[in-house]
């Protein structure tokens, strides 16, 4: 009975090993796919008979994307938008989220469905009222202002993540600091947030990625390279007779770095928080 519980348990663990090799194969193929294919001649990529390992490697693709495209105007212009995205959501979400968690108002629930019901809406809905609205400020064709626009479909998910994890943190110690004498923003600055900081990183870093990889909202309220984003610039290459496969794969591949680098500096952070919020659930 033991041996067969213990053999039905290993091939259980392989089974379990095949599927997760199988799922990380499927996620990390078209990244080697599209490296493989920055590395590769022009000539060699698009071919009769199929090239899987480049045999004449050549980094051109990346220097002329660099030194030609003005690729990097549109890195920088994808930075400045998802961080001040990202900074106009923690200043304005955690507060928010806060609330939601620890006050009891009138109108909670519905105000807590309506975040919901923006969720809900085609984000291409959104792109005509934005426009007009943006336009009438004067924020159109301007980091901010797509910064402003991505905050409109993402400051909901952003409460809502971050509520869960203001929810575990434990009350009573909150308590006893107002009982110290210290006010309700201090406790939640000083108790609240630290207790919750891995969760709020991992919101973080969600709505960011969101952000970095928008494409709608920033190829319909951007017109001129000062504010277009890399996405957008990877579009734009794409010509009517002309389709650069060694450009958009590198192109591709330098998009993707500061998301591997951010990821690489915070996982820990970020898989703590997102299993605390597990828990709590």
Not at 98 to 124: C, D, E, K, N, W
Not at 194 to 223: K, Q, S
């Amino acid at each position: 009975m033991a041996f067969a519980r213990s053999r039905s348990k290993l091939v259980w663990d392989i089974g379990s090993y095949v599927v997760l090799i199988l799922l990380a194969f499927i996620c990390i193929a078209p990244i080697i796919w599209t490296f493989l294919t920055s590395i590769k001649l022009e000539e060699d990529i698009v071919t009769r008979n199929m090239i899987y390992i480049p045999t004449r490697i050549t980094f051109e693709h990346y220097v002329n994307l660099w030194n030609q495209s003005g690729y990097p105007v549109l890195v920088i212009n994808s930075m400045i938008t998802t961080s001040v995205t990202v900074l106009i959501c923690m200043l304005t979400g955690t507060i928010a989220a806060y609330s939601f968690s620890r006050f009891h108002f009138r109108g909670r629930t519905q105000l807590m469905l309506a975040y919901l019901i923006v969720r809900m809406f085609p984000a291409v809905l959104m792109i005509v009222p934005l426009f007009i609205v943006m336009r009438q400020v004067g924020l159109l064709d301007s980091s901010v202002g797509l910064a402003v626009a991505y905050t409109s479909f993402l400051l909901p998910l952003f409460v809502w993540m971050l509520k869960g994890f203001f929810d575990a943190a434990p009350k009573e110690l909150e308590s006893a600091a107002r009982i110290d004498g210290t006010t309700r923003l201090g406790a939640m600055f000083r108790i609240v947030i630290p207790i919750a900081r891995n969760g709020l990183l991992a919101t973080a870093v969600f709505v960011g990625i969101a952000a970095w990889n928008e494409y709608l909202f920033a190829l319909m309220l951007t017109t001129s390279q000062g504010s277009r984003t890399w996405p957008v610039g990877l579009q734009l290459m794409v010509g009517e007779f002309q389709l650069p496969w060694g450009m958009l794969a590198a192109g591709g591949i330098i998009s993707i770095l500061p998301v591997i680098v951010l990821f690489a500096l915070v996982q820990r952070a970020m898989v703590a928080g997102i299993t605390a919020g597990a828990v709590k659930g």
